[in-house]
């Protein structure tokens, strides 16, 4: 199975390709090389219908990882500007690319920062998203155009929801893209340990995605299987998938 990943080469990416390409034929489209060995690079822009369609060309499965996080404190407009771009218009672009590839499956990965008060309390992942800060806007309307334009493709799409990922090493410890601090513990506002997700854990997630063939849903990927920061769901019972590294 030959897997193209958008924005292979950034923080997510950078846990998960090398466990993907031990177990499919990868190829990776970032605007800088990939560093793993053995896999098609492809040096190009996320938002570049050139560049995504020699990316998805001959793919059996695309993994949409690219995104821009723009602060929650003081966002910078032209960041904000390069979410919408990257979180929601290059979403489109990359399942109609696919689409016309003959590509058979869609893994949008996006955040539990959809909800806005995801880790101030307990998440129903049923209920819709409401984010409005612009990362957890930008990564909620990903979600609404896959749900939108996938079925018409005929395209089997889902989006995974992630919580906290972080690279095996520093498990179970999480630290964010490009932080120089140590990793450190996650914790609700009321002080209770959110646990985080293996990198492992996460790359077994998109391979067990990249099979789903039912309607559009997005599933929560997470190692919280006791419900601190969101409530169990389905996604164990429907992709076949659990996470193994659990405090």
């Known amino acids: 199975m030959l897997m193209a990943i958008i ?32 896999i098609q ?5 996320a938002c570049s219908p050139d560049d995504v369609a020699a990316a998805v060309d001959g793919s ?22 390069a979410a919408f771009d990257v979180n929601v218009a290059s979403i489109h ?7 016309a590839a003959g590509v058979r499956s ?17 998440i129903d992942p049923a209920a819709p998203p409401d984010a409005t800060r612009p990362y957890g806007l930008t990564k909620r309307l990903g979600e609404q155009v896959c749900a939108a334009v996938a079925p018409g493709l005929g395209l089997a799409a889902c989006s995974l929801r992630l919580v906290y990922p972080t690279a095996d090493e520093d498990w ?9 601090h140590r990793p450190r513990t996650m914790r609700m506002r009321t002080g209770r340990r959110i646990p985080v997700l293996a990198a492992s854990d996460l790359a077994a997630a998109v391979a ?12 929560t990927i ?18 076949g998938w659990r996470a193994t590294r659990v405090p």
């Open 7 to 38: 924005g292979g080469a950034g923080l997510v990416g950078t846990f998960t390709v090398p466990w993907l390409a031990r177990h499919h034929q990868v190829r990776v489209l970032d605007r800088k090389p990939s560093p793993v060995a053995g």
């Open 106 to 122: 869609f893994v949008h990965i996006s955040t539990m920062s959809v909800y806005e008060k995801y880790a101030k309390v307990t």
């Open 60 to 81: 059996d499965v695309v993994v949409h990882m690219a995104a821009v996080i723009p602060s929650h404190d003081d966002p910078d407009p032209a960041m904000v500007r």
């Open 93 to 99: 672009l990359a399942l109609t690319a696919s689409a």
């Open 172 to 180: 179970p410890h999480w630290r964010a893209a490009d932080d120089d």
């Open 41 to 45: 690079s492809v040096v190009g822009d």
């Open 222 to 239: 997470t190692a919280d299987v006791k419900g601190v920061s969101v409530r169990p769901d389905d996604t164990g019972d429907v992709l």
């Open 208 to 219: 067990a995605a990249a099979d789903y063939r039912g309607q559009y849903r997005p599933f």
